[in-house]
């Protein structure tokens, strides 16, 4: 692996790959997060109430998986849940 190409100590090749692992994790769960929220925003633009509120339950949820694995911070979770619910609530 070209992981070791820089790293000399044992713990820091460890670290590498372990950081590696966690981003790439963390990558995939904000990937979902935001694609959650992207058929949130195209229910609303569509002013389909029915398929925004169950975009938003499953926004919801996914947004809340996202912070208690610490990948959000529990107040951007709730800046971004609190926008969606305003989103959705503003269809007449």
Do not use: F, P, W
């Not at 044992?10 to 935001?34: E, P």
């Not at 996914?62 to 208690?68: P, V």
């Amino acid at each position: 692996m070209e992981v070791y190409e820089l790293a000399n100590i044992k713990s820091a090749k460890k670290r590498i790959l372990v950081t590696r692992t966690k981003a790439a994790r963390n990558k995939s769960i904000k990937s979902a997060v935001k694609t959650s929220i992207r058929k949130v925003d195209a229910a609303v633009a569509q002013k389909d109430k029915a398929a925004a509120e169950a975009a938003l339950t499953e926004a919801i949820a996914t947004i809340s998986k996202a912070t208690s694995k610490g990948v959000y911070h529990k107040n951007n979770c709730a800046r971004k849940v609190s926008r969606l619910t305003k989103a959705v609530n503003s269809i007449g």
